[in-house]
Nanobody, 130 residues
């Protein structure tokens, strides 16, 4: 089992920045690929960013590319999402997730699907005001 707890959400003005953190506990964090998803009211959960288990590959949704950065610190069992140039349309609950299996073979295709993740955090609210 992998337990995930997100933090760092809040209210920010447009063009502002926030850094989300996701602290992991349980099984070996360093062997799991990680992802961030978000869900706005009335919309489906959508992929935001992902990082491979070894940190060598990162993936981003087109809507956040160039503005968001995903990273991981295996010594702290934490994955981060640095968000800059925030827009009102970024308003959502942000969820951290870990892949279903260790050493998951991440690809630009498979990281986008929620079903490829087996562990989820409770979410943290991000609200961007105009």
């Amino acid at each position: 089992q992998v337990q995930l707890v997100e933090s760092g959400g809040g209210l920010v003005q447009a063009e502002g920045s926030l850094r989300l953190s996701c602290a992991a506990s349980g099984r070996t964090f360093s062997s799991y690929g990680m992802g961030w998803f978000r869900q706005a009211p009335g919309k489906e959960r959508e992929f935001v960013a992902a990082i491979s288990w070894n940190g060598g590959s990162t993936y981003y949704a087109d809507s956040v590319k160039g503005r968001f950065t995903i990273s991981r610190d295996n010594a702290k069992n934490t994955v981060y999402l640095q968000m800059t140039s925030l827009k009102p349309e970024d308003t959502a609950v942000y969820y951290c997730a870990a892949h279903r299996t260790e050493y998951y073979p991440s690809s630009p295709y498979n990281v986008k699907f929620p079903g490829e993740y087996g562990y989820w955090g409770q979410g943290t609210q991000v609200t961007v005001s105009s």
